[in-house]
């Protein structure tokens, strides 16, 4: 373990120069207090724990003191919002202080959201509020410990400093752990701004720094993208089967490593709902939880778009057809995974699709119904679950045929519980419990914010003293408005 005065900076994105990014120093916020840290992220850059403790460590991370080695930078890029092309956004409130190299030599971009105007601020006034950087790190972290790729939350610093959003609150900032802050749209801004050079610049160097496999290929740029494409298949498919909704899947919203990035108005689902929408200002349901798939292969499809200046058009058009196969099979396996099954059957997919739909037109709890079902054996697993939906006589349909299914498996009941429990979470980041660790938070009560991560740090296990983690939500609590706003 080391400590925060022997960080290893080595800054290679900003050495690409001022056509990627602009220097700028983070704008301090008054009064600045730890929030919450996450000792699991810390350890990414072997930080001894109780750093998080020192005066030192919360004004790091508030813009008031910065290592002598970090370049603090704010990247120009732009991208597609809700459809449309907006030719330059950047970072408007978040500075890529710079790059750690951890023991294992692991790069690590340490990026400081809610720190004040940049060029690429747009009349904004570059705070983050505690609301949303309370959820960004809750979400980061439970992710993870779900086995979801995304980016890292390392701590959130509170203040007394007030901005404005619908009402007034308090001003917070957040430091992200990524190993690349570049998006989608970074390679769009180079493409739209015909400025092929940059482009090529750009990507040798997220080529040669986070996609090193690829560099014997026989078109390296062209392998690069297929694993873009392979991981974001993998990605969304996650997402999918765990119920996950991100809410704003813009082009300047898709890390080019394929994990879960940038979060705002997202939300697990409660109840199963394929139509559901969590982003209160998408009233056209661009981002809901049924469109993820297809928007992530539109995003794609802008990304293949931005490389044909160094790649030919037919090999990229091939290469996004392997998109939705590729997530058909990650999803079923996932799906598989979640009803105990070890084996591939030719009608599982149906078997899937059967029970969501069941589950769509009974408003059942998606996670606790997967839960349930691996509790018992199978048929007093059903019996128990079977209360949960109104249409009994379909779901007596359903559970004969999973039944049969499960009775063509080797193994025995306790492994099936085994690896079900091991799949399927206990404790899930619902709104409402966020909602309720931020409000404690506001009042200057950070230990719930603070139990929640931990409960959600292990989401499979159960915890003593846990359980009203992992109940249903409130009627109120399945219908609370997330916008973009933060």
């Known amino acids: 373990m080391t400590t925060l005065d022997h960080l290893t900076f080595d800054n290679r994105f900003a050495r690409l120069g001022d ?7 983070p704008d301090p916020i008054a009064e600045p207090r730890l929030v919450v840290a996450s000792e699991a992220a810390m350890r990414l850059l072997d930080l001894d724990p109780a750093e998080a403790e020192l005066p030192v460590f919360a004004e790091l991370f508030s813009g008031h003191k910065l290592w002598a080695e970090a370049e603090p930078r704010a990247m120009v890029y732009s991208g597609h919002q809700f459809g449309a092309y907006n030719p330059r956004l950047g970072d ?7 790059e750690v190299v951890n023991d294992l030599g692991e790069h690590w971009d340490l990026h400081l959201k809610g720190a004040g105007q940049t060029p690429y601020s747009r009349m904004g006034d570059g705070r983050a509020v505690l609301r949303s950087s309370i959820r960004e790190f809750l979400a980061s972290e439970a992710l993870h410990a779900l086995g979801i790729p995304s980016s890292r939350a390392l701590c959130v610093i509170g203040s007394s400093t007030p901005v404005w959003r619908e009402t007034r609150e308090s001003a917070a900032m957040l430091l992200r752990l990524a190993q690349s802050h570049v998006r989608f749209g970074h390679f769009e ?23 090193p496999e690829c560099l ?15 991981r974001n298949a993998e990605l969304v498919a996650r997402w999918q089967a765990y119920g996950f909704c991100h809410g704003v899947m813009n082009t300047d919203n898709m890390s080019i490593l394929g994990i879960t990035f940038d979060f705002g108005p997202y939300a697990f689902l409660d109840d199963f709902d394929a139509n559901f929408i969590c982003n209160h200002s998408d009233d056209r349901g661009r981002y809901s939880y049924a469109n993820q798939v297809p928007i992530a292969h539109w995003n794609l499809s802008a990304l293949a778009q931005a490389l044909t200046t160094v790649i030919e058009v037919e090999p990229l058009k091939r290469t996004l057809e392997l998109f939705l196969p590729l997530y058909q099979a990650h999803y079923l396996d996932l799906m ?6 070890t084996c591939a059957e030719d009608d599982d997919m149906a078997l899937v699709e059967r029970l969501l739909q069941r589950m769509q037109s009974g408003g059942v709890d998606y996670t606790l119904f997967f839960r349930r079902l691996g ?19 379909g779901f007596d349909a359903w559970g004969a045929e999973y039944l049969a299914r499960c ?9 099936r519980r085994a690896r079900m429990h091991a799949v399927n979470p206990l404790y899930i980041l619902r709104n ?42 409130p009627e109120w609590g399945k219908h609370l408005e997330i916008s973009c706003s933060s």
Do not use: C, W
């Open 432 to 473: 409402y419990l966020a909602q309720k660790a931020i409000e404690a938070a506001e009042g200057g009560d950070y230990s719930e914010v603070r139990r929640l991560h931990q409960v959600l740090s292990k989401p499979f296990e159960e915890q003593d003293g846990m359980q009203a983690y992992a109940e249903r939500p």
């Open 407 to 415: 009775q063509r498996e080797p193994g025995n009941a306790e492994g």
């Open 375 to 393: 509790d018992q054996p199978v048929a007093e697993a059903l019996q128990q679950v079977r209360n949960d939906f109104i249409d009994l006589a």
């Open 336 to 341: 598989r995974r979640r009803l105990g099954l």
């Open 19 to 25: 056509t990627f990014s602009t220097e700028v120093l």
């Open 92 to 98: 408007g409130r978040g500075l890529l202080l710079g």
């Open 189 to 211: 801004y180079f493409y739209y701004t015909k400025q092929p050079e940059q482009q090529r610049v750009l990507l040798e160097h997220v080529l040669q720094q986070h996609y």
């Open 216 to 230: 014997d290929a026989e078109q390296p740029f062209l392998a690069m993208f297929r694993t873009i494409v392979e």
